[in-house]
């Protein structure tokens, strides 16, 4: 069979493919594979290896129905309409577990940048400003003892708001669809966890319900000593409220590892405020992650081809 991969990956996946005979082809271009080179690639392959940025959309499934199965290499399926995908038969599979630990990595990361400004003070020096020892400089906030505000508390909030609570005594408060069990943390509805954190890390989905439900009305809830954190889809915050909120000092900083749009414009004015760091959604690159996403997205495909039930699947 014939697997598409629209990015070049780790390799483990890959040699796991052809150990089992199948035909891999890898879209090896630096830049964003154009829809119709994706659509190209789909007529004669059985299986695609997808990116979040992959738009696969229902027009898409509909012309490539003949696919077997479409393994996005990343635990965000937003990218994919599954319902179609379903409709049509196709498997849709996904990466959960594996990239848990290095994307609440990501979010501790952001968070230990923004609260103790490292990256705000490190551009200063470059910058040619550090003249001496200051004794009010770059004055940061304290996380120890804070309220942690986790809106979606799924594997990666939860692995996030855990390691803040072992490492600085947080004390954890979360806003999500279910009651988690096993979480040292309390349920509060979204006004409260608006009120009341100290920190507030977004972890959902995007759907209609979470699109950018972070906006200035809810900035104008937070805390003006609060900071927002955001590893999960950009379209969960409107980035000109953001940056509205950040300008007007209506919060007191934030630390993005996904933004709204994908890729940013490096000429947006966001970047030009000293209380914002933004990583280029990196949130799941470890090698150690990146190397498991591959296997895992291989299983899903073999799985897949064979009729199985996928490892992760979604459909
Ligand atoms: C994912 O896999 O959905 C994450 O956004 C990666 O950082």
Known sequence: MKIFITKSILPSGITLLKEQGHTVEVYEENTPISKET????????????????????????????????????????NNIDVEAATEHGIKVGNTPD????????????????????????????????????????FLGQSLRGKTLGIFGAGRIGQCFANTCRLAFGMNVIYCARTEKDNFQATKVSFEDLLDQSDVISVHCDLNNETKELFDIEAFKKMKETSIFINTSRGQVHNEADLELALREKIIWGAGLDVTNPEPMNPKSKILELPNITITPHIGSATITAREEMSLLVATNILNGLNGEELKAGVN
């Open 98 to 137: 594996v990239l848990t630990e290095a994307t609440a990595d990501m979010a501790l990361a952001l968070l230990m940048d923004v609260s103790r400004k490292t990256s705000e003070s490190f551009q200063s020096i470059k910058d040619g400003h550090w003249t001496g020892w200051e004794p009010k400089g």
């Open 38 to 77: 994706l659509y190209e690639k789909a007529k004669t392959s059985d299986a695609l290896i997808t990116m979040l940025s992959n738009q696969i959309d229902r027009e898409f499934i509909k012309e490539n129905n003949h696919l077997k199965v479409i393994a996005n290499y990343a635990v965000g399926f």
